[in-house]
C-alpha cells in the first residue's frame, strides 16, 4: 500500500506533474515564489486541501452525473466542498493556533485553497482511475510539485529582471518564457496531452 | 567603489572566456570529420544553415533592441553547431534551422543574451523540435546500407532503428557494445562517434572550457541507474554500456552539461548538478514518451542549478541566495 | 450630468485597462492556465470567453452587494459559492451558443469557477468599489481574458495547420501546439509586446505633460 502511495506521489511529481506538464496553478505558483519566506507554509497548505479536494472527489464522485447539463452540477459541487474545506479550516486554525502563527498563516489560507491545482483533483481521481490510497499519493505528490515549482520559480526570478535584459521581457514575460521552456521540458514525459 | 553582479561565466586563471567558446568550436568542429569524409558536403551544409540561422536571428533581435553585435558572437556559433550535432543527418535542412531559431529567440536573447541564459539553448532548440516534428527528429538512415545525401535536397537512403530506441523497446540491440565505439550505428549525426567525444571531451577538459567533474558526475550516475535498473536482460556492465553509448547521453555528457553559464557555480554544486542531471536522463529514458531524453533532463536540471548553488551556499555558510 | 459622465468616462478608462492596457492575463499573470491547456482552437477560445463572462460578470456585481456584509475571511468561500452557483447557467449557455464546447475542454471548463481572475476580481475589487466601476471592470478583464484566447488560439491553430496561411504554403505543420508549453511561450512573447507599448504609452503620456508645463 506504502508502495503504491509512493509510486503515484513520484509520477504526481514527474510524468503527471499537474503544474509543469498540464499548466495548472501557475498563477499560485509565481506568487508563492515571490515570497519566498512563506513557500514552506503555502506548499503544506495547498498540500492539505489537495488532499481534502481528492477525497472529496473520491466520497462524491460515483454520486454525481458525469455528462450532460447535469454534468454541469459536479463541477459546482466540488467548488462548494472546497469553499466549506476553507472555512472549515480557517476556523479550525483560528482555534488551534496562536494568535502570532494564526495572523501569518491566514493571508495564505484562501490562495492556497481556491486554485486550480486543488480544484483539479477530483477530475484526476477520475480520469487516471485513482483508488483512495493511489489518490492520496498524488495529493501529496502534487502538493510536492507546487513546493518544487515555487522554489525553482523563487530563483528564476532573480534571472528574470536582470540589466541586460531587453526592457520589453523583463520581469513577467521572462518569468513567462521561463515556464514555457521548464514545460516543455516536462512535455517530454508525456509526449502528448496528459490531462 | 561600486560592485557590480557580473554575467557568468565567472572565469579565473589564464582562460578566458573567448578561448573557451573557441574550443568548443573547434571540437564541434572535430566532429563533422568523419562525417564529411563519408557522406559528402551535406554535414557541412546542414551545420553551416544552422549556425547562419542563429547568427542572423541573433543580429535581427539586436538590431531590434537597437544594439550592436558583440565579442561573444562566439557563444551562438556554438550554439547553431551543435543543434545539428543532436539530430539525424537524414533530417530535411529547415529542421536544424527551426531548431537554431528557437534556441536563440526563445532560450537565448530574450534573457539578455549570452551569460544571461538561464537554459541550454541548444537543448531547448532540440526539444522544440522533438515534440514538434518527432518522427523526423527520431527517424535514422542505416548506416551500413548504400545512403547518398546531396548537399542540399532529400536523400536516398534506409531506415533503421537506432540502438537507443531498441532499448526504449526493452530489446537488445544486435550490434555490439565494442563495435559501437567506431560510430557505425544509426543515430544523431555528432552523438555516435564515440571515440572522438571522448577526445574533445579531453580537450575541452584540458584547455579549461569544461569543468571534468559535472562530466564524470553525470555519467557516474547514469551508469549506476543503468546497472542497478537495466532496461534489458542483460550483465549491469553490457546495460552501462549501452545506455552510455547509445543516443545523445555521451554527447551532452561532454558538451552540453558542462556549460559554464547554465552550470552551479561552486565544485560540490557541479558534482550534484551532473548526477542530477545523469539521473533524470535515465528517467525519461525509462519513463518518457521519446527514446531519447537527454535534452529534456538537461532543462530540469538547469532550473535546478541555481536552487543547487544556493544550498551549497548556505551550507557553507556563505551570505545570500544565488543572484 | 456633469457626475453621469465623469462615471462614464471612469468606467471606459477601467474598461479599457482591463482588457488591454492592464490586461490580467498579460500584466496580471492571472488564469493563464486556460489560455495554456485549452486555447489551442478558436472554438474553445470562445468557449471560455462565454464562460468567462457568463461566471465573472454576475459574481462580481453579487460581490458588490454582498461583500461587505460578510467577515473578510468568508469572502474567499462566498466568491467559490457564487461562481458555483453560476457555473450552471454558464455552462447551459456555452453549450448553447456553442454545441459541444464544454465536454471538449473537459476539466478546463469545471476550473473555470476558480479562474484566479475572476476570484481576485470579486473577492478584492467587487465589495469596495461602486456596481458601474464592478461591471466595467469586469466586462474589460472579460474582453481582455478573449482577446488572450483568440490571439494564443489563432496563432496555435496556425501552427497546428488547422488554419493555412497563403504566405505559409506548403510548410510543414507541427504538432504540440494544442500542450501547454506552447501557450506558455505564446503568452511570454504576448505579455513583452504589451509591456513595450505600455512602456512606449507612459513614455508618451510623460512626454505631453512635459510639454504643458511651463
Known amino acids: 500500500m506504502f508502495i503504491r502511495l509512493l509510486l503515484t506521489a513520484f509520477a504526481a511529481v514527474g510524468a503527471e506533474n499537474l503544474l509543469f506538464t498540464g499548466g495548472a496553478g501557475f498563477s499560485r505558483a509565481l506568487r508563492c515564489a515571490q515570497r519566498p519566506d512563506t513557500v514552506g507554509i503555502y506548499a503544506l497548505l495547498v498540500t492539505w486541501f489537495t488532499l481534502l479536494s481528492m477525497f472529496a472527489g473520491v466520497w462524491l464522485d460515483p454520486l454525481l452525473p458525469v455528462s450532460g447539463n447535469a454534468g454541469l452540477v459536479r463541477a459546482s459541487c466540488f467548488a462548494a466542498v472546497a469553499a466549506a474545506a476553507y472555512a472549515v479550516t480557517f476556523v479550525l486554525l483560528r482555534i488551534v493556533l496562536p494568535a502570532c502563527a494564526e495572523e501569518k498563516i491566514a493571508p495564505l489560507l484562501a490562495p492556497a485553497a481556491v486554485n486550480t491545482v486543488v480544484l483539479a483533483m477530483p477530475y484526476l481521481r477520475r480520469s487516471f482511475s485513482l483508488d483512495p490510497?493511489?489518490?492520496?499519493?498524488?495529493?501529496?505528490?502534487?502538493?510536492?510539485?507546487?513546493?518544487?515549482?515555487?522554489?525553482?520559480?523563487?530563483?528564476?526570478?532573480?534571472?528574470?529582471?536582470?540589466?541586460?535584459?531587453?526592457?520589453?521581457?523583463?520581469?513577467?514575460?521572462?518569468?513567462?518564457?521561463?515556464?514555457?521552456?521548464?514545460?516543455?521540458?516536462?512535455?517530454?514525459?508525456?509526449g502528448g496531452r496528459v490531462f | 567603489m561600486t560592485l557590480t553582479n557580473a554575467a557568468p561565466p565567472y572565469v579565473k586563471s589564464e582562460f578566458t572566456v573567448s578561448s573557451m567558446m573557441h574550443s568548443m568550436l573547434a571540437a564541434l568542429l572535430a566532429l563533422l570529420v568523419i562525417p564529411v569524409a563519408h557522406y559528402g558536403l551535406r554535414p557541412l551544409v546542414a551545420a553551416g544553415a544552422s549556425v547562419l540561422t542563429a547568427l542572423l536571428c541573433r543580429i535581427l533581435f539586436r538590431l531590434f533592441r537597437?544594439?550592436?553585435?558583440?565579442?561573444?558572437?562566439?557563444?551562438?556559433?556554438?550554439?547553431?553547431?551543435?543543434?545539428?550535432?543532436?539530430?539525424?543527418?537524414?533530417?530535411?535542412?529547415?529542421?536544424?534551422?527551426t531548431a537554431s531559431a528557437f534556441a536563440v529567440l526563445v532560450a537565448l536573447e530574450p534573457f539578455g543574451g549570452f551569460g544571461r541564459n538561464p537554459f541550454?539553448?541548444?537543448?531547448?532548440?532540440?526539444?522544440?523540435?522533438?515534440?514538434?516534428?518527432?518522427?523526423?527528429?527520431?527517424?535514422?538512415?542505416?548506416?551500413?546500407?548504400?545512403?547518398?545525401?546531396?548537399?542540399?535536397?532529400?536523400?536516398?537512403?534506409?531506415v533503421a532503428q537506432s540502438p537507443a530506441e531498441i532499448l526504449k523497446q526493452g530489446f537488445k540491440p544486435e550490434i555490439l557494445p565494442l563495435d559501437m565505439l567506431w560510430g557505425n550505428f544509426p543515430g544523431p549525426l555528432g552523438s555516435t562517434l564515440i571515440l572522438v567525444i571522448g577526445a574533445c571531451g579531453l580537450l575541452l577538459f584540458l584547455t579549461g572550457a569544461g569543468k571534468a567533474e559535472t562530466t564524470l558526475c553525470f555519467l557516474g550516475a547514469a551508469a549506476l541507474i543503468a546497472a542497478a535498473f537495466p532496461r534489458i536482460l542483460c550483465s549491469p556492465l553490457t546495460s552501462v554500456k549501452y545506455e552510455i553509448m547509445s543516443g545523445s547521453l555521451l554527447f551532452c555528457s561532454v558538451f552540453m552539461v558542462t556549460d559554464p553559464v547554465t552550470s552551479p557555480r561552486t565544485f560540490p554544486g557541479r558534482c550534484l548538478y551532473g548526477a542530477f542531471a545523469g539521473a533524470m536522463t535515465m528517467a525519461f529514458r525509462w519513463f518518457g514518451?521519446?527514446?531519447q531524453g537527454a535534452c529534456f533532463a538537461l532543462l530540469v536540471a538547469n532550473a535546478a542549478a541555481p536552487v543547487i548553488d544556493s544550498a551549497v551556499f548556505r551550507l557553507r555558510g556563505w551570505e545570500g541566495a544565488a543572484a | 450630468m456633469k457626475k453621469n459622465r465623469l462615471l462614464l468616462r471612469g468606467a471606459v478608462q477601467i474598461f479599457l485597462n482591463g482588457m488591454l492596457f492592464r490586461n490580467p492575463v498579460l500584466v496580471g499573470a492571472l488564469g493563464m492556465y486556460p489560455i495554456a491547456a485549452a486555447a489551442w482552437n478558436l472554438k474553445n477560445a470562445a468557449a471560455l470567453s462565454v464562460l468567462f463572462l457568463a461566471l465573472s460578470l454576475p459574481s462580481s456585481l453579487v460581490l458588490c452587494l454582498l461583500g461587505m456584509l460578510v467577515p473578510r475571511w468568508f469572502r474567499p468561500a462566498l466568491v467559490l459559492l457564487v461562481s458555483a452557483a453560476f457555473y450552471v447557467p454558464a455552462g447551459r449557455l456555452a453549450d448553447l451558443l456553442i454545441p459541444g464546447s464544454v465536454s471538449a475542454l473537459g476539466m478546463v471548463a469545471g476550473l473555470m469557477i476558480c479562474n484566479s481572475i475572476l476570484f481576485s476580481r470579486a473577492e478584492e475589487y467587487a465589495p469596495e468599489h461602486v456596481a458601474v466601476a464592478v461591471a466595467a471592470d469586469s466586462l474589460?478583464?472579460?474582453?481582455?481574458?478573449?482577446?488572450?484566447?483568440?490571439?494564443?488560439?489563432?496563432?496555435?491553430s496556425v501552427w497546428l495547420g488547422k488554419i493555412s496561411l497563403p504566405f505559409a504554403a506548403g510548410f510543414p505543420a507541427g504538432r504540440a501546439a494544442d500542450l501547454p508549453f506552447a501557450g506558455f511561450l505564446l503568452l511570454g512573447f504576448l505579455a513583452a509586446f504589451l509591456q513595450w507599448g505600455n512602456r512606449l504609452r507612459a513614455r508618451h503620456h510623460a512626454e505631453r505633460i512635459r510639454r504643458r508645463m511651463p
Open chain 2, 120 to 158: 541550454n539553448p541548444a537543448a531547448a532548440g532540440v526539444a522544440f523540435v522533438s515534440l514538434c516534428w518527432p518522427k523526423r527528429v527520431f527517424s535514422y538512415f542505416d548506416p551500413s546500407q548504400p545512403a547518398s545525401f546531396p548537399a542540399f535536397g532529400a536523400g536516398v537512403f534506409h
Open chain 2, 289 to 291: 514518451a521519446y527514446e
Open chain 2, 66 to 97: 537597437g544594439k550592436g553585435g558583440s565579442v561573444s558572437e562566439a557563444s551562438v556559433l556554438v550554439t547553431g553547431l551543435m543543434v545539428p550535432m543532436l539530430l539525424p543527418l537524414n533530417t530535411p535542412l529547415w529542421l536544424p534551422c
Open chain 3, 140 to 156: 474589460g478583464c472579460s474582453a481582455g481574458f478573449a482577446l488572450v484566447a483568440f490571439l494564443a488560439a489563432l496563432v496555435r
Open chain 1, 133 to 190: 490510497v493511489q489518490a492520496a499519493g498524488y495529493a501529496l505528490g502534487t502538493g510536492a510539485a507546487f513546493y518544487l515549482a515555487s522554489v525553482v520559480l523563487s530563483h528564476a526570478l532573480a534571472v528574470c529582471r536582470n540589466p541586460d535584459m531587453p526592457q520589453a521581457f523583463r520581469g513577467l514575460p521572462a518569468s513567462i518564457l521561463y515556464l514555457g521552456i521548464l514545460s516543455m521540458a516536462f512535455a517530454g514525459f508525456a
